[in-house]
């Protein structure tokens, strides 16, 4: 089972998160061929957002968004409040560089992370910062202290069939406590890749903090799941209207969709199109264009 554990380091103030994926990132992977260093940074940010999402208290959606890169151009990876996870990339050309943030996205991009909450769950928040660091868990630790003034380590692993992460973070509004803060970061500092990948939580947690006082929650299932579906193909064509849906089909014979997080492939035929602005009719929704 793909799970996150949330664990508290009390005498230190500190709260943290550990994950591991399995069949999410091989479900991830399986809708495209990523080069090597793409799927090194999307594994990372996977498992990043559903360490960020175990931090926040919302009902909604957790998305993590790089943009403007070059030669990847666009990353983004999204967790929901129950668990269900999707993420995809963009890029240009052949990819034959090390995995690293200034490689893959150059100076000119943004991180932005964006919390869109469900209808009447309250207000949408989106923070937009430039990427400053060789990793993504440096870009990441830069925006919680910049951002949200709060001290944070993370550590991230993507391997063949999965990807980890830990997460510690001080806890907000807590007394400030230096050196219980760096006993904890420089133990987490510790962690291998192979050990993040393969260990089990109370194996992995007992090794970095042995020594301290621990407490470890249940855990919380994830999984993959894409947001696309043949309705929201219809409502988007409801958007574009009548007449310009129309015009496309009978310029190209067939409308095609291809949702760029699962690779599932929607076509909309004539006969199609006719029950969807039949369908529009009947609702009174005839003129949304």
């Known amino acids: 089972m793909d799970k996150l554990h949330r664990f508290l380091i009390d005498d230190a103030n500190v709260r943290g998160e550990?994950?591991?994926?399995?069949?999410?990132?091989?479900?991830?992977t399986d809708c495209a061929d990523y080069p090597a260093p793409v799927r090194q940074m999307l594994g990372e940010a996977f498992a990043a957002v559903a360490l960020l999402s175990a931090t926040i208290k919302y009902k909604g959606t957790l998305v993590i968004q790089v943009n403007g890169?070059?030669?990847?151009?666009?990353?983004?990876?999204?967790?929901?409040?129950?668990?269900?996870?999707?993420?995809?990339?963009?890029?240009s050309d052949d990819i034959d560089v090390e995995a690293t943030v200034p490689n893959l996205f150059g100076k000119e991009a943004t991180l932005v992370i964006t919390v869109e909450p469900e209808e009447g769950q309250g207000e949408r928040y989106q923070s937009i910062v430039g990427l400053e660091g060789n990793t993504l868990a440096e870009c990441l630790t830069a925006y919680f202290e910049q951002s949200e003034q709060l001290k944070t380590r993370l550590?991230?692993?993507?391997?063949?069939?999965?990807v980890a992460g830990l997460m510690v973070q001080r806890l907000p509004g807590t007394a400030e406590d230096e050196d219980g803060w760096n006993r904890t970061r420089m133990l987490a500092e510790t962690v291998k890749t192979d050990?993040?990948?393969?260990?089990?939580?109370?194996?992995l947690l007992h090794r970095l903090f042995h020594e301290e006082n621990l407490r470890l929650y249940d855990a919380e299932a994830l999984g993959f799941?894409?947001?696309?579906?043949?309705?929201?193909?219809?409502?988007?064509?409801?958007?574009?209207?009548?007449?310009e849906a129309q015009e496309t089909l009978r310029e190209q014979g067939k409308i095609e969709v291809t949702c760029d997080f699962c690779n599932t492939h929607y076509q909309v035929d004539e006969i199609d199109l006719e029950r969807i602005f039949s369908e529009t009719v009947i609702e009174g929704n005839d003129s949304i264009h």
């Open 18 to 28: 550990w994950v591991q994926l399995d069949k999410a990132w091989q479900a991830l």
């Open 155 to 162: 550590e991230l692993a993507v391997g063949e069939t999965s």
């Open 69 to 91: 890169g070059n030669p990847l151009s666009m990353l983004v990876v999204q967790a929901t409040s129950e668990g269900k996870m999707r993420g995809m990339a963009r890029w």
């Open 195 to 203: 050990e993040l990948l393969t260990l089990d939580v109370e194996t």
């Open 225 to 243: 799941e894409c947001g696309c579906s043949q309705k929201k193909v219809d409502d988007m064509l409801i958007g574009l209207g009548r007449k």
